[in-house]
């Protein structure tokens, strides 16, 4: 198979400028075909998402309300990586957790799970996934003045029953969540 040319930028206008987001517009020719005058791109430093689960093997979860679907959710504390912490993500992994959980995790029991692109057709956006064994409630809650998150543990078992009945339904956070599941020797691997 041929190595594909990437394409090139002709000019970019910035459209929003912030110190989370920024969203650029490109005018791009593509390799023996047309030039796009309006191809969108977001920047942002990424995200976190980790995988808590305790000593006994129950999985944290949150429940939040997401405003851009106007509904409320399962899924794992996650949350946005800060200009301080690009260069290390793994400290994202442990304020999320506490943030959103008031849970905390000895350093060698945060575990790099999965490095991925949410959206590489339109974002730079980079996510990376951690496993947090043997997480411990040490602390309380410090979320954001916007959120309300309840938690909740669940078992192995009954977190695919969430997944297969549609009620933990974000995308990564089911990658994340089958990954983990098989690193933690709930599913067999294919592999072994």
């Given at each position: 198979?041929?190595e594909?040319?990437?394409w090139?930028?002709?000019s ?11 969203v650029r517009?490109?005018?791009?020719a593509?390799p023996?075909?047309p030039t796009?005058h309006?191809y969108y791109?977001i ?10 689960v305790?000593?006994?093997?129950c999985?944290l ?6 405003h ?7 899924e794992f504390?996650a ?5 301080h912490e690009?260069d290390?993500p793994?400290?994202?992994a442990h304020?999320e957790l506490?943030e959103e959980?008031?849970?905390?995790v000895?350093?060698e ?15 730079e ?5 951690y ?6 409630l ?5 979320i954001?003045?916007?959120?309300v998150i309840?938690?909740?543990?669940v078992?192995?078992q009954?977190?695919?029953?969430l997944?297969a ?6 995308q ?6 089958y990954?983990?599941l098989?690193r933690?020797g709930y599913?067999r691997s294919?592999?072994?």
């Open positions: 198979m041929a594909q040319k990437p090139t930028v002709l970019y206008t910035r459209l929003i400028d912030t110190p989370y987001l920024s517009c490109e005018q791009v593509i023996d075909g796009l309006d791109i920047e942002n430093f990424g995200w976190v998402g980790i995988v808590p305790t000593a006994d093997g999985f979860l949150n429940r939040q309300y997401k851009g679907i106007g509904l409320e959710v399962l504390p949350g946005g990586i800060d200009p690009r290390e793994v400290l994202t304020r506490m959980s008031g849970y905390s000895a350093p029991d945060m575990i790099l799970l999965a490095h991925m692109y949410a959206n590489p057709t339109g974002a956006t980079r996510i990376w996934w496993l947090a064994q043997n997480i411990q040490t602390g309380e809650q410090k954001d003045p916007v959120e309840e938690n909740m543990l078992t192995p009954e977190l695919l029953q997944i009945t549609g009620q933990f339904a974000v990564g956070q089911i990658a994340a969540a990954m983990a098989e933690l599913l294919t592999f072994e």
